[in-house]
């Protein structure tokens, strides 16, 4: 058959992208790198060279500095500092006169948690849209705890081809919201609940504090990716009101009614709604906020034979679960997750993860723990620019201070985090040759853990006395 | 003498005195220099070891960094062993084990890793084609080609395949006593190659028979390589253009990695080289380098005690690179399992390398090692790198002796899978 161009019609298929775009900071963040030199030691060097050069002005005063720090005005006298990358040439050609160190106020940055390595990055990814790349192989700490005793698996041969970031072949990052029943019963099914695919595994969490001008943001945000944000807050907003995920309680069930939300969560530590909710909201997907702790397991198990549509899950801000004796995360996940299979529940709903979920890596982590997807939360603030005021931990209690922002600029710093951290997913995903981020979910078989390999291949080594 | 030519000759001076200056502590130890797995002491003991050909003297810690992990909690037990006179240590491993085939002995069990031309520049390429050959080793061409100034040293040059099939030509095979198939990195596993388009000049574009300042990506895997049985086909292909060389499987370190290496074994490959994620040189995404596979020191066990299992153990070189950053790495390493290590990242340091990452910003590394800058790309002479290179070397040497004879063993071959001489600090 041949193809006639005037009667094809164009297809509507668009492959997933997020449209990332600069995003300069609005506030002025600290210089990574202290440059300074000694002032009397670096004249006596210029008059120095100026006599070996002969007074030649191009040689005297090549600096040797590839970034301009010394291109201002007065040269080494006056360093712009902003503009080091801590490449310690500097240092290198003149040791006795200059000096480069991290910055104390970028030593600052952040808390406990925190550190100024992650606040930088989600910064950099917020404003570029572009994924963090160097050279040079790792530089930080071997494995360790949480998340970062997890390494991802990958495959050498036996695989589908790669798509990458590049893009060849599509590998899909789209999860689904709201329970899926193990059987169709054909008498019930205008009753179904609805289920929901978002493009990227990740919602915007519950904010600790937030502004006006931040809300607006998450939800201009929310409603560009077509992803969902979490509000206590019952009044919808101006902004991305059909991505509000609403945290209902007795009191808003009224009013939940009156302008329903395609999904609704509720405190399931607080009160026993689902059923109350459900009832009242036939077409929204009902979530059950349940922290994570010793008895999760078993509350998830009971909720979703209860029938909940979703279970979202939830540690403090750095990632500690609620336990007496708190754990990462990760570790009760897995519990959680490996409970509601061994009762032959998992299938039936979907997992929220969220708590100390600040770096793209945790996505796919958390997923191989369990989730099918993630919250962010104080993320979400330290791409907007918000002020470190002490630790942020405490859930009722966060240290972390919003400025005051353009939703239009804090929207597209948000967009650009989804961006990078969507492309980051696929790297992970493409190393693993895996299509589809749903396989992912609780395969911790495609995972290594630093404490299970540390006791197989050191078996033997003695400890040191 | 113009004056761009005296504005590197003023740098290039200033940077060689500088690198040689620093380890004396003179200066005090610089606060923005290394990080966790190569600190501050490593690179300054690196630079020391590159300048004297002497382990440092002045108490800078040249065995381990801060990691944390791995090598850097691994220590050697001290007591109950007859030392044994170091000089009378081998250090020398074979590169063949197989009944048939070429037999290559290497007098060190180290030799450098892929570095391509383009993510590096060619006067240090050339530095390290010049130190292999001094050492009696090799170095590997990385997967961007095979340029005409390295012919000179072909004997001591590997001739690397990947995915991009970049430089490789009939020729290029029929030089290599090795040719070594890259199916994974750690820097970047299970994804591909990138050199971007800045780098991309006129000599690299026609070395990689691409168009110039055009990013050029290597897919990952193999798209002719399904199975070890395909694997097979490109281990024939080889042999058939050049019979003579040996075969090296490049891999990274997956969940199955000694699955990996049986396979890479059954297909005919005389080394097993594997690639753990903490290690590589290349520029890449950092959730690739910090995430993905794992490192070296847990893999190498892990493939060592399978091909014990397996039987073949001795008919196989296991070679382990991906973060080995000193003489005392290599030890472990081989302790752990490995017949010897590769590395790249030490070679960059012995000639002025800070670790600092930047080597794809802007104009690429501002002492010359990861650039394609013509004014940049001068800074490293390839004499100067050459001699620094084998100094370092020489150093290791003396370091591992030490090791070995500590143990009262006369070879290094000796030490393979000794994991009883190791002890753990928690
Ligand atoms: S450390 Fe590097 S980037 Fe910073 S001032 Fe010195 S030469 Fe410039
Ligand atoms: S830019 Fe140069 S000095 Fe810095 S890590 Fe790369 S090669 Fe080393």
Redesign the interface.
């Given at each position: 058959m041949v193809l006639d161009p005037e009667t094809v019609k164009p297809s509507k298929y668009e492959r997933f992208r997020i449209e990332t775009k600069p995003t300069p900071h609005v506030y002025q963040i600290p210089n990574k790198?202290d440059v300074s030199a000694r002032k009397v030691r670096l004249a006596a060097m210029l008059v120095r060279?100026a006599f070996q050069?002969k007074l030649?002005k191009?040689?005297v005063l090549?600096r040797?500095?590839?970034?301009g720090v010394f291109g201002g005005r007065f040269g080494g006298f006056k360093p712009l500092k902003h503009k080091c990358?801590?490449?310690?040439?500097c240092?290198?050609?003149?040791?006795?006169i200059m000096?480069?160190?991290?910055s104390d106020s970028y030593k600052r940055l952040g808390d406990s948690f925190w550190t100024p390595e992650a606040v930088f990055?989600i910064w950099n990814e917020a404003s570029t849209g572009k994924?963090?790349?160097?050279?040079?192989?790792?530089?930080?700490?071997?494995?360790?705890e949480g998340f970062d005793g997890?390494?991802?698996?990958?495959?050498?041969?036996?695989?589908p081809?790669?798509d990458?970031v590049?893009g060849?072949e599509y590998i899909s990052t789209s999860v689904d919201v709201g329970r899926k029943p193990t059987s169709v019963d054909f008498s019930k099914i205008d009753r179904s609940s609805p289920t929901i695919t978002i493009p990227v595994p990740i919602i915007f969490d519950k904010l600790p504090a937030g502004s006006g001008d931040v809300r607006a943001a998450v939800g201009i945000a929310a409603e560009k990716l077509g992803t969902f944000y979490v509000s206590r807050q019952r009044t919808p907003f101006d902004f991305g009101p059909a991505s509000l995920i609403p945290v209902g309680d007795e009191e808003s069930i009224q009013e939940l009614v009156e302008r329903p939300s395609a999904i609704v969560e509720y405190d399931a530590e607080k009160s026993d709604l689902f059923e109350k909710l459900a009832g009242a909201l036939p077409s929204s997907i009902v979530i059950a906020r349940v922290p994570l702790r010793e008895d999760a397991g078993m509350v998830a198990c009971k909720l979703t034979r209860q029938g909940v549509h979703g279970l979202h899950l939830y540690g403090d801000y750095h990632g500690q679960d609620y336990s007496k004796e708190p754990k990462h995360i990760s570790a009760s996940l897995k519990e959680v997750h490996q409970q509601l299979v061994k009762e032959g529940l998992r299938d039936q709903v979907t997992i929220i993860a969220s708590g100390g979920i600040t770096l793209?890596?945790h996505v796919p982590?958390a997923i191989i723990c369990g989730a099918d997807l993630v919250g962010i939360d104080t993320t979400i603030l330290v791409a907007l620019q918000s002020e470190f005021r002490g630790e942020t931990r405490d859930r009722a209690n966060c240290q972390m201070k919003p400025r005051k922002i353009d939703p239009e600029w804090g929207a597209q710093r948000l967009v650009n985090l989804f961006g990078v951290w969507h492309d980051?997913l696929i790297?992970?995903l493409?190393?693993?040759?895996m299509r589809d981020v749903r396989r992912l979910r609780g395969d911790i078989?495609?995972?290594?853990m630093?404490a299970e390999?540390?006791e197989?291949?050191?078996?033997?080594?003695?400890?040191?006395t | 003498m113009g004056?761009l030519e005296?504005?590197v000759e003023?740098?290039s001076e200033?940077?060689h005195h500088?690198?040689e200056?620093?380890p004396s502590l003179?200066?005090g130890l610089?606060?923005?220099?290394g990080?966790?797995?190569?600190t501050a002491e490593l690179i300054l003991a690196t630079y020391e070891m590159a300048l004297t050909g002497d382990l440092p003297k002045n108490g800078l810690e040249y065995r381990t960094g801060n990691?944390?992990?791995?090598f850097?909690?691994?220590?050697w037990?001290n007591n109950g062993f007859a030392r044994i006179d170091q000089e009378s240590v081998d250090l020398s491993i074979p590169l063949n084990k197989r009944e048939d085939g070429k037999k290559i002995t290497i007098p060190l069990p180290i030799y450098g890793g892929g570095m391509s031309f383009g993510s590096i520049s060619l006067n240090f390429m050339l530095a390290r084609a010049r130190a292999a050959k001094r050492l009696d080793t090799f170095m590997s061409t990385g997967e961007g080609g095979y340029p005409d100034e390295i012919v000179p040293y072909r004997d001591h040059v590997i001739t690397q395949v990947a995915t991009g099939m970049f430089g490789v030509r009939e020729e290029t095979i029929q030089y290599a006593p090795i040719v070594e198939f890259k199916?994974?990195q750690?820097?970047?596993?299970?994804?591909?190659g990138?050199l971007l388009a800045d780098k991309v000049t006129s000599e690299v574009a026609k070395m990689r028979e691409s168009s110039m300042f055009t990013s050029l990506?290597s897919?990952?895997?193999?798209?002719s390589?399904?199975?070890?049985e395909?694997?097979k086909k490109h281990v024939d292909w080889i042999k058939t253009v050049n019979p003579r060389a040996l075969v090296s499987v490049k891999?990274?370190t997956?969940?199955d990695v000694d699955m990996?290496a049986i396979g890479s074994y059954y297909a005919g490959a005389n080394i097993i080289h594997i690639d753990g994620?903490?290690?590589?040189?290349?520029?890449?995404?950092?959730?690739?380098?910090?995430?993905?596979?794992?490192?070296i020191?847990?893999?190498?066990?892990?493939v060592h005690d399978y091909l014990v299992s397996e039987g073949v153990r001795d008919d196989v070189v296991l070679i382990a690179s991906?973060?080995i950053r000193t003489a005392d790495d290599i030890a472990k390493a081989i302790a752990?399992g490995a017949d010897g290590c590769v590395v790249a990242?030490a070679e960059?340091v012995a000639v002025?390398?800070?670790?600092?990452?930047?080597?794809?910003?802007?104009?690429g590394c501002?002492?010359g090692i990861?650039t394609t800058d013509p004014e940049?790309s001068r800074f490293i002479d390839p004499e100067w790198g050459e001699t620094r290179i084998v100094n370092l070397f020489t150093a290791w040497s003396k370091r591992l002796r030490s090791i070995l004879a500590g143990f009262g063993l006369e070879s290094v071959r000796d030490l393979r899978g000794r994991?009883?001489l190791?002890?753990?600090?928690?």
């Open positions: 790198f060279e050069f030649n191009e040689v090549s040797p500095c590839i970034y990358v801590g490449c310690m040439r240092v290198q050609e003149y040791p006795h000096t480069v160190k991290h990055t994924i963090p790349v160097k050279g040079m192989g790792y530089k930080g700490a071997f494995g360790g997890i390494w991802t698996d990958m495959s050498e041969i036996v695989r081809t790669r990458g590049y060849r793209a890596e982590k980051q790297e992970i493409s190393a693993m040759g078989g495609r995972s290594m630093d390999l540390r197989q291949s050191f078996k033997g080594i003695a400890w040191a | 004056n005296l504005i003023k740098h200033r940077i500088g690198i200056v620093l003179r200066h610089p606060e923005g220099l990080n966790k797995r190569w990691s944390g992990g791995g850097d909690v691994l220590g037990k199916y994974a750690g820097a970047k596993p299970g994804l591909g990138h990506y897919p990952f895997p193999f798209h390589v399904y199975s070890v395909d694997h891999v990274s997956p969940t990996v994620g903490y290690g590589g040189t290349g520029a890449a995404p950092e959730i690739a380098k910090k995430n993905i596979a794992m490192p020191e847990y893999a190498i066990p892990k991906g973060g752990l990242t960059a002025g390398c800070t670790h600092c990452g930047n080597c794809e910003r802007g104009r501002q002492v990861t940049l994991r009883d190791l002890v753990r600090y928690k």
